[in-house]
């Protein structure tokens, strides 16, 4: 499952395409290279722990909403950043926004608005452009 892309975008649900569609407009207006995957924390705990150790990704965009336990899960699982966006639900996106920006110490994940994936494609982009200086 290795991927050759600055970018990994993990989506936790089909159900988020409409947030992933968003992030890879943005990636694709600015050439930076992405793989996009759907792999749940709780559905695919194995697959998704593969996925990340054998990325090559600089940078993962986790696309989760409910729980919100994606961009955690990743970010328990590489030192490399991780951005969650978080999706709108039952609570407004409330519930997914708090998961995400409440992690513990150790285990950072940057958060950026509720279904606000182009913004975690410029963060990511800015990333980028200071790891390549």
């Known amino acids: 499952?290795?991927?050759?892309?600055?970018?990994?975008?993990?989506?936790?649900?089909?159900?988020?395409?409409?947030?992933?569609?968003?992030?890879?407009?943005v990636l694709t207006e600015h050439g930076i290279s992405y793989d996009a995957?759907?792999?749940?924390?709780?559905?695919?705990?194995?697959?998704?722990?593969?996925?990340v150790k054998s990325s090559d990704a600089k940078v993962f965009i986790a696309i989760a909403g409910l729980s919100a336990a994606l961009?955690?899960?990743?970010?328990?699982r590489t030192d490399r950043p991780v951005i969650g966006v978080?999706?709108?639900?039952?609570?407004?996106?409330?519930?997914?926004l708090l998961a995400i920006a409440q992690m513990p110490k150790g285990v950072p994940v940057a958060c950026v608005g509720v279904d606000n994936g182009e913004n975690a494609?410029?963060?990511?982009?800015?990333?980028?452009?200071?790891?390549?200086?």
């Open 1 to 25: 499952m290795q991927n050759m892309a600055d970018v990994a975008i993990i989506s936790g649900s089909t159900s988020d395409s409409k947030i992933t569609d968003k992030v890879r407009k």
């Open 71 to 76: 961009p955690g899960a990743i970010a328990a």
């Open 37 to 51: 995957q759907v792999l749940s924390a709780h559905r695919d705990p194995d697959k998704l722990d593969a996925y």
């Open 121 to 133: 494609a410029h963060l990511a982009i800015r990333i980028l452009k200071v790891a390549r200086n």
């Open 86 to 96: 978080p999706v709108s639900g039952t609570l407004n996106g409330l519930d997914a």
